[in-house]
């Protein structure tokens, strides 16, 4: 794929839906490996390392969340982006709630037309047509959802996303899912994981951010993004959101 114009949209052919089903219910998560088509993938991943504007969104204990766009991002001096990692480390640290990591709101930015040639434009309405939704309803057996939020993802060194369970007071939230398209070589000294804790603290499952795979889990679960090394080469690229009911 060569030029947006033939950029389309793909799932993997040959996945096994029924089966995918009888994995998901064990659990109420999946790790789905090679989602899309690899031209799929591969077209979207390159939009996120090279095309992408990112800003930063961070949330330190009750204090948030925040979101900047890429301009207000560029414009923050050392010392105030250095303040904004200390304070949400320190949150953590007390044991609070906290996050940081670069984003690109994919909704926000296509309702407001920020860039109306820019492919996740197109990727937003991809996910919220009826072969993708029909994955997630198929999977998972939540035969309610129709609609799907989304926000691109990259978390880099010192990035992070502490324990939650993603229940929401405005939003019907059921189902969870992200879209991994970094680099295949992610190795698990970098960090990054998707991992789902028990009612003791206890990972029971970690899904490295595997090229091409497509994490989906019942909302509410206890997970959380573990901390990206210092010394991660490239970032956790990915497409994150939650289908929605009515």
């Not at 296509?110 to 820019?118: G, N, R």
């Not at 047509?129 to 978390?155: M, S, W, Y």
């Amino acid at each position: 794929m060569n030029s947006d114009q033939n950029a389309g949209f793909q799932l993997n052919a040959d996945l096994d839906l029924a089966d995918l089903a009888k994995q998901f219910k064990a659990q109420g998560r999946i790790q789905i490996r090679n989602a899309l088509n690899i031209d799929t993938a591969e077209y979207y991943r390159s939009v996120l390392q090279t095309r992408t504007n990112w800003g930063l969104a961070w949330q330190i204990g009750a204090e948030g969340p925040q979101a900047l766009r890429f301009a207000e991002t560029q414009a923050l001096s050392d010392s105030q982006r250095q303040m904004i990692y200390d304070k949400a480390g320190e949150a953590v640290g007390n044991g609070e709630y906290g996050f940081i990591y670069e984003q690109y709101a994919m909704l926000t930015a296509y309702l407001e037309q920020w860039d109306p040639a820019h492919p996740l434009n197109r990727l937003l309405e991809h996910l919220n047509d009826q072969p993708f939704l029909n994955l997630i309803r198929q999977v998972t057996g939540v035969e309610t959802v129709i609609k799907a939020e989304a926000q691109a993802t990259c978390f880099g060194p010192n990035h992070f996303l502490t324990e939650h369970d993603d229940l929401h007071s405005r939003d019907p939230r059921r189902v969870a899912y992200v879209l991994n398209l970094t680099v295949p070589a992610w190795k698990s000294e970098w960090g990054g994981f998707l991992n789902f804790f028990d009612e003791y603290g206890n990972i029971e499952a970690g899904f490295r951010p595997l090229f091409n795979s497509l994490n989906l889990f019942l909302v509410p679960q206890r997970h959380s993004v573990s901390y990206v090394a210092p010394f991660a080469p490239v970032g956790r690229y990915a497409i994150t959101g939650w289908a929605l009911d009515p």
